[in-house]
Protein backbone atom coordinates (compact mmCIF):
# COMPACT_ATOMS: atom_id res chain seq x y z
CA UNK A 1 0.00 0.00 0.00
CA UNK A 2 1.67 3.44 -0.75
CA UNK A 3 1.23 6.84 1.24
CA UNK A 4 -1.89 7.89 -1.05
CA UNK A 5 -3.76 4.62 -0.05
CA UNK A 6 -2.69 4.96 3.99
CA UNK A 7 -3.65 8.33 3.71
CA UNK A 8 -7.13 7.39 2.30
CA UNK A 9 -7.66 4.19 4.32
CA UNK A 10 -6.40 6.01 7.32
CA UNK A 11 -8.67 9.22 7.14
CA UNK A 12 -12.20 8.21 9.38
CA UNK A 13 -9.49 7.72 12.42
CA UNK A 14 -8.45 11.33 12.13
CA UNK A 15 -11.80 13.44 13.03
CA UNK A 16 -11.04 14.71 16.38
CA UNK A 17 -13.30 14.74 19.13
CA UNK A 18 -13.99 17.84 22.00
CA UNK A 19 -15.70 15.91 23.96
CA UNK A 20 -12.92 13.30 23.90
CA UNK A 21 -10.16 15.67 24.40
CA UNK A 22 -11.87 17.37 27.74
CA UNK A 23 -12.69 14.06 28.70
CA UNK A 24 -8.99 13.50 28.56
CA UNK A 25 -8.02 16.59 30.63
CA UNK A 26 -10.22 16.26 33.74
CA UNK A 27 -8.90 12.50 34.24
CA UNK A 28 -5.03 14.02 33.84
CA UNK A 29 -5.01 17.11 34.70
CA UNK A 30 -6.54 17.34 38.34
CA UNK A 31 -4.93 14.12 39.50
CA UNK A 32 -2.31 15.73 38.51
CA UNK A 33 -2.38 18.41 40.24
CA UNK A 34 -3.33 16.85 43.31
CA UNK A 35 -0.84 14.02 43.23
CA UNK A 36 1.80 16.62 42.99
CA UNK A 37 0.05 19.03 45.88
CA UNK A 38 0.38 15.34 48.12
CA UNK A 39 4.07 15.31 47.14
CA UNK A 40 4.85 18.46 48.04
CA UNK A 41 3.03 18.39 51.47
CA UNK A 42 5.10 15.01 52.27
CA UNK A 43 8.59 16.57 51.33
CA UNK A 44 8.05 19.06 53.79
CA UNK A 45 6.31 17.09 56.60
CA UNK A 46 9.76 14.54 55.97
CA UNK A 47 7.59 11.76 55.30
CA UNK A 48 9.77 10.09 52.69
CA UNK A 49 8.46 7.44 51.36
CA UNK A 50 5.07 8.48 50.99
CA UNK A 51 6.91 11.43 49.08
CA UNK A 52 8.54 9.11 46.90
CA UNK A 53 5.78 7.34 45.69
CA UNK A 54 3.60 9.99 45.71
CA UNK A 55 5.91 11.79 43.17
CA UNK A 56 6.14 8.97 41.21
CA UNK A 57 2.55 8.71 40.15
CA UNK A 58 2.40 12.44 39.54
CA UNK A 59 5.20 11.68 37.63
CA UNK A 60 2.72 9.14 35.34
CA UNK A 61 0.51 11.81 34.71
CA UNK A 62 3.34 14.45 33.38
CA UNK A 63 4.25 11.48 30.84
CA UNK A 64 0.53 11.35 30.21
CA UNK A 65 0.11 15.47 30.10
CA UNK A 66 2.81 15.40 27.99
CA UNK A 67 1.13 13.13 25.81
CA UNK A 68 -2.20 15.30 25.36
CA UNK A 69 0.82 18.02 24.07
CA UNK A 70 1.91 16.23 21.61
CA UNK A 71 -1.61 15.81 20.36
CA UNK A 72 -1.77 19.29 20.07
CA UNK A 73 0.94 19.70 18.61
CA UNK A 74 0.12 17.34 15.46
CA UNK A 75 -3.21 19.62 15.76
CA UNK A 76 -5.15 16.38 16.55
CA UNK A 77 -5.88 16.58 19.98
CA UNK A 78 -9.20 18.99 19.62
CA UNK A 79 -11.11 20.32 16.33
CA UNK A 80 -10.13 24.03 16.98
CA UNK A 81 -6.31 24.82 15.76
CA UNK A 82 -6.48 27.82 18.50
CA UNK A 83 -7.50 25.17 21.42
CA UNK A 84 -4.36 23.34 20.29
CA UNK A 85 -2.54 26.21 20.54
CA UNK A 86 -3.63 27.31 24.00
CA UNK A 87 -4.25 23.95 26.17
CA UNK A 88 -0.61 22.68 23.82
CA UNK A 89 1.14 26.39 25.46
CA UNK A 90 -0.16 25.39 28.95
CA UNK A 91 0.50 21.64 28.76
CA UNK A 92 4.04 22.09 27.55
CA UNK A 93 4.21 24.36 31.09
CA UNK A 94 3.52 21.30 33.23
CA UNK A 95 5.44 19.38 31.24
CA UNK A 96 8.98 21.71 31.40
CA UNK A 97 8.47 21.80 27.46
CA UNK A 98 8.24 24.84 25.18
CA UNK A 99 5.53 24.15 22.71
CA UNK A 100 6.73 26.12 19.91
CA UNK A 101 10.06 24.97 20.54
CA UNK A 102 9.69 20.85 20.99
CA UNK A 103 6.50 20.62 17.82
CA UNK A 104 9.22 22.52 15.42
CA UNK A 105 12.03 19.97 16.05
CA UNK A 106 9.34 16.74 16.33
CA UNK A 107 7.39 17.78 12.99
CA UNK A 108 10.91 17.44 11.40
CA UNK A 109 11.09 14.00 13.48
CA UNK A 110 8.41 13.04 12.04
CA UNK A 111 9.35 13.57 7.99
CA UNK A 112 12.55 12.14 8.16
CA UNK A 113 12.27 9.15 10.73
CA UNK A 114 14.50 6.42 9.45
CA UNK A 115 16.56 8.46 6.73
CA UNK A 116 20.23 8.08 7.38
CA UNK A 117 20.83 11.48 5.91
CA UNK A 118 18.24 14.21 7.81
CA UNK A 119 19.41 12.90 11.62
CA UNK A 120 19.62 15.15 14.14
CA UNK A 121 16.99 17.17 14.62
CA UNK A 122 14.28 15.48 17.53
CA UNK A 123 15.60 11.93 17.74
CA UNK A 124 18.17 9.97 19.55
CA UNK A 125 21.69 10.69 17.98
CA UNK A 126 22.67 7.53 16.14
CA UNK A 127 25.74 7.21 14.09
CA UNK A 128 26.48 4.52 11.32
CA UNK A 129 29.91 1.78 12.51
CA UNK A 130 31.59 3.37 10.12
CA UNK A 131 30.90 7.40 11.15
CA UNK A 132 31.58 5.73 14.73
CA UNK A 133 35.10 4.30 14.02
CA UNK A 134 36.18 7.20 12.07
CA UNK A 135 35.63 9.77 15.11
CA UNK A 136 38.94 10.76 17.09
CA UNK A 137 38.68 8.36 20.70
CA UNK A 138 37.01 11.74 22.77
CA UNK A 139 34.88 12.13 20.18
CA UNK A 140 34.16 8.08 20.49
CA UNK A 141 33.92 8.45 24.01
CA UNK A 142 31.41 10.91 24.19
CA UNK A 143 28.76 8.82 21.85
CA UNK A 144 29.38 6.28 23.95
CA UNK A 145 28.51 8.27 27.46
CA UNK A 146 25.58 9.85 25.60
CA UNK A 147 23.87 6.19 24.27
CA UNK A 148 24.56 4.97 27.76
CA UNK A 149 21.51 3.90 29.59
CA UNK A 150 22.75 5.11 32.89
CA UNK A 151 23.53 8.50 31.51
CA UNK A 152 20.86 8.63 28.58
CA UNK A 153 17.79 7.79 30.92
CA UNK A 154 18.92 9.72 34.44
CA UNK A 155 20.32 12.78 34.10
CA UNK A 156 20.70 13.25 30.37
CA UNK A 157 16.98 12.67 30.25
CA UNK A 158 16.40 15.48 33.28
CA UNK A 159 19.26 17.61 31.72
CA UNK A 160 17.44 17.84 28.76
CA UNK A 161 13.63 18.99 30.34
CA UNK A 162 15.26 20.43 32.99
CA UNK A 163 17.93 22.79 31.56
CA UNK A 164 18.04 22.42 27.77
CA UNK A 165 14.53 23.39 26.88
CA UNK A 166 15.26 26.64 28.41
CA UNK A 167 17.35 27.84 25.83
CA UNK A 168 16.72 28.25 22.16
CA UNK A 169 19.00 27.63 19.37
CA UNK A 170 20.32 30.26 16.62
CA UNK A 171 18.41 27.82 14.00
CA UNK A 172 15.23 28.75 15.87
CA UNK A 173 12.71 31.40 14.99
CA UNK A 174 10.80 33.75 16.19
CA UNK A 175 7.90 31.64 17.33
CA UNK A 176 10.14 29.23 18.94
CA UNK A 177 12.10 31.37 20.80
CA UNK A 178 8.96 33.38 21.67
CA UNK A 179 7.66 30.01 23.41
CA UNK A 180 10.87 29.18 25.09
CA UNK A 181 10.50 33.11 26.55
CA UNK A 182 6.55 32.65 27.81
CA UNK A 183 7.15 28.74 29.07
CA UNK A 184 10.20 29.92 30.95
CA UNK A 185 8.43 32.77 32.74
CA UNK A 186 5.31 30.81 33.78
CA UNK A 187 7.68 28.41 35.05
CA UNK A 188 8.74 30.83 37.31
CA UNK A 189 5.04 32.25 38.51
CA UNK A 190 4.79 27.80 39.02
CA UNK A 191 7.90 27.39 40.98
CA UNK A 192 7.31 31.19 43.09
CA UNK A 193 3.35 29.83 43.90
CA UNK A 194 4.50 26.26 45.37
CA UNK A 195 7.52 27.87 47.37
CA UNK A 196 5.69 30.17 49.03
CA UNK A 197 2.78 27.69 49.99
CA UNK A 198 5.38 25.00 50.57
CA UNK A 199 9.39 26.16 51.06
CA UNK A 200 12.14 25.86 48.71
CA UNK A 201 13.47 23.18 50.12
CA UNK A 202 10.29 20.42 49.56
CA UNK A 203 9.70 22.17 45.92
CA UNK A 204 13.00 21.63 45.03
CA UNK A 205 12.66 17.93 46.15
CA UNK A 206 9.59 17.13 45.00
CA UNK A 207 10.38 18.94 41.39
CA UNK A 208 13.64 16.83 40.74
CA UNK A 209 11.82 13.26 41.93
CA UNK A 210 8.81 14.28 39.51
CA UNK A 211 10.60 15.62 36.79
CA UNK A 212 13.50 13.15 37.44
CA UNK A 213 11.40 10.33 36.91
CA UNK A 214 9.16 11.70 34.21
CA UNK A 215 11.76 12.87 32.00
CA UNK A 216 13.10 9.39 32.36
CA UNK A 217 10.30 7.22 31.55
CA UNK A 218 9.50 9.96 28.39
CA UNK A 219 13.08 9.52 27.29
CA UNK A 220 12.90 5.76 27.26
CA UNK A 221 9.57 5.67 25.56
CA UNK A 222 10.96 7.88 23.21
CA UNK A 223 13.95 5.98 22.91
CA UNK A 224 11.91 2.44 22.30
CA UNK A 225 10.11 3.44 19.37
CA UNK A 226 13.01 3.89 16.92
CA UNK A 227 16.34 2.45 18.54
CA UNK A 228 15.07 -1.56 18.68
CA UNK A 229 16.83 -4.84 17.15
CA UNK A 230 15.37 -4.94 13.33
CA UNK A 231 14.53 -1.17 12.95
CA UNK A 232 14.47 0.47 9.48
CA UNK A 233 17.21 2.96 8.30
CA UNK A 234 17.54 4.03 5.05
CA UNK A 235 19.88 6.51 3.17
CA UNK A 236 17.13 9.30 1.77
CA UNK A 237 16.54 8.02 -2.12
CA UNK A 238 15.69 4.78 -1.05
CA UNK A 239 13.85 6.23 2.28
CA UNK A 240 10.30 5.23 2.64
CA UNK A 241 8.08 7.16 4.64
CA UNK A 242 5.62 4.20 4.75
CA UNK A 243 8.81 1.70 5.76
CA UNK A 244 9.85 3.95 8.29
CA UNK A 245 6.51 3.86 9.90
CA UNK A 246 5.84 0.06 9.75
CA UNK A 247 9.10 -0.93 10.23
CA UNK A 248 10.99 1.81 11.74
CA UNK A 249 8.52 2.52 14.52
CA UNK A 250 7.71 -0.23 17.11
CA UNK A 251 4.46 -1.45 18.40
CA UNK A 252 5.23 -1.00 22.21
CA UNK A 253 2.29 -3.86 23.63
CA UNK A 254 2.06 -2.39 27.07
CA UNK A 255 -0.14 -3.25 30.05
CA UNK A 256 -3.30 -1.62 30.25
CA UNK A 257 -2.51 0.47 32.64
CA UNK A 258 0.61 1.65 31.43
CA UNK A 259 -1.15 1.80 28.19
CA UNK A 260 -3.53 4.19 29.73
CA UNK A 261 -0.53 6.48 31.20
CA UNK A 262 1.47 6.76 28.27
CA UNK A 263 -1.73 7.92 26.06
CA UNK A 264 -1.65 4.65 23.88
CA UNK A 265 1.39 6.27 22.22
CA UNK A 266 3.05 2.61 22.02
CA UNK A 267 0.97 2.13 18.92
CA UNK A 268 3.36 4.30 17.18
CA UNK A 269 3.71 2.59 13.61
CA UNK A 270 0.28 3.62 13.48
CA UNK A 271 0.86 7.17 14.45
CA UNK A 272 3.61 7.45 12.76
CA UNK A 273 1.45 6.41 9.10
CA UNK A 274 -0.46 9.45 9.99
CA UNK A 275 0.23 11.89 13.14
CA UNK A 276 -3.24 13.21 13.08
CA UNK A 277 -5.06 10.47 14.03
CA UNK A 278 -5.16 11.64 17.79
CA UNK A 279 -4.41 9.12 20.85
CA UNK A 280 -7.81 8.36 21.66
CA UNK A 281 -8.26 6.91 18.28
CA UNK A 282 -5.35 4.95 17.81
CA UNK A 283 -6.41 1.48 19.86
CA UNK A 284 -9.71 1.76 17.14
CA UNK A 285 -7.45 1.78 14.12
CA UNK A 286 -5.32 -0.49 14.78
CA UNK A 287 -7.87 -3.27 15.74
CA UNK A 288 -10.12 -2.24 12.32
CA UNK A 289 -7.09 -2.19 10.36
CA UNK A 290 -5.47 -5.34 9.69
CA UNK A 291 -2.27 -4.17 7.97
CA UNK A 292 -1.63 -2.62 11.15
CA UNK A 293 -1.33 -5.85 13.09
CA UNK A 294 2.83 -6.03 13.06
CA UNK A 295 4.63 -7.94 15.41
CA UNK A 296 4.32 -6.45 18.89
CA UNK A 297 7.40 -5.45 21.43
CA UNK A 298 6.28 -6.67 25.10
CA UNK A 299 8.46 -4.97 28.26
CA UNK A 300 10.80 -8.09 27.75
CA UNK A 301 11.31 -7.63 24.66
CA UNK A 302 12.17 -3.87 25.12
CA UNK A 303 15.33 -4.80 26.95
CA UNK A 304 16.91 -5.96 24.41
CA UNK A 305 16.78 -1.83 22.98
CA UNK A 306 19.44 -1.38 25.75
CA UNK A 307 22.05 -3.51 23.60
CA UNK A 308 21.89 -1.37 20.52
CA UNK A 309 23.65 1.58 20.03
CA UNK A 310 25.20 2.28 16.14
CA UNK A 311 23.68 1.42 12.66
CA UNK A 312 25.44 -0.90 10.41
CA UNK A 313 25.25 -0.60 6.96
CA UNK A 314 26.63 -3.31 6.17
CA UNK A 315 24.36 -6.03 7.78
CA UNK A 316 21.27 -3.86 7.78
CA UNK A 317 20.80 -3.50 11.41
CA UNK A 318 20.85 -2.12 14.73
CA UNK A 319 24.37 -3.54 16.74
CA UNK A 320 26.22 -3.08 19.46
CA UNK A 321 29.44 -2.61 21.02
CA UNK A 322 30.25 -5.93 20.73
CA UNK A 323 30.25 -5.97 16.55
CA UNK A 324 33.20 -3.39 17.12
CA UNK A 325 35.71 -6.09 18.53
CA UNK A 326 36.84 -7.32 14.95
CA UNK A 327 36.94 -4.07 13.41
CA UNK A 328 39.13 -2.41 15.90
CA UNK A 329 36.61 0.36 17.49
Known amino acids: MNDASWAQRLRPYRQSDSRKAWTQIL ?32 AGFVVRTFILFHDAGHGS ?9 VFGFWAGVLTFTPSRLWWHGHAVHHGSAGDLDRRGVGDVPTLTVRE ?26 LYLFGVSYRFWSREDGPRERRS ?25 LAQVLVLGVAASAGVWLFYVQHNFPGTYWEHHEG ?35 NSRIPNYNLVRCYREVPELHVK ?25 WEALRSRGG
Open 180 to 204: VLLTNLALVGWAAVWIGLFGWKAYV
Open 239 to 273: WSFERAALEGSSFYKLPAWLDWITGHIGYHHVHHL
Open 77 to 85: FFPSRRANE
Open 132 to 157: YLELPWWRKLAYRVLRSPWILFTVGS
Open 296 to 320: PMTLRDSLACLRVRLWDEDSGQMVG
Open 27 to 58: NTIPPYLALWIATLWFAREGWWPAMVACGVAT
